[in-house]
Nanobody, 121 residues
Framework: QVQLVESGGGLVQPGGSLRLSCVAS????????MYWVRQAPGKGPEWVST???????FYADSVKGRFSISRDNAKNTLFLQMNSLKVEDTALYYC???????????????RGRGTQVTVSS
């Protein structure tokens, strides 16, 4: 079945780095635009980043210059490199599949369960 499974979250100090991974299965990964979304406690889901089929990338202003999205189509894997982490980056991060160039997270048709990122001293 169609599935997305994230990993790589954890507890990190402010200024630290983490690399999230998302392994896709059950569909032709290379044919889809992929997204990272996060949800902080008590808040709604927030679009974080996008990567197109051809590798074009887009970022929310809140993470631009600190986060980097990439994909390895041979391994059906999506990545999010997160540097210079801030306390406000604390959230459940999940990957999702969706239509091209859409930042409305409600339009994504497949999502993983997520991996928790906690930034704290």
């Amino acid at each position: 079945q169609v599935q997305l499974v994230e990993s790589g979250g954890g507890l990190v100090q402010p200024g630290g780095s983490l690399r999230l991974s998302c392994v896709a299965s059950g569909f032709t990964f290379s044919s889809y635009w992929m997204y990272w979304v996060r949800q902080a406690p008590g808040k709604g889901p927030e679009w974080v980043s996008t990567i197109g089929r051809g590798g074009s990338t887009f970022y929310a202003d809140s993470v631009k210059g600190r986060f980097s999205i990439s994909r390895d189509n041979a391994k059906n894997t999506l990545f999010l490199q997160m540097n210079s982490l801030k306390v406000e980056d604390t959230a459940l991060y999940y990957c999702a599949r969706g239509p091209p160039g859409v930042t409305d997270v409600q339009r994504y048709d497949v999502r993983g369960r997520g991996t928790q990122v906690t930034v704290s001293s």
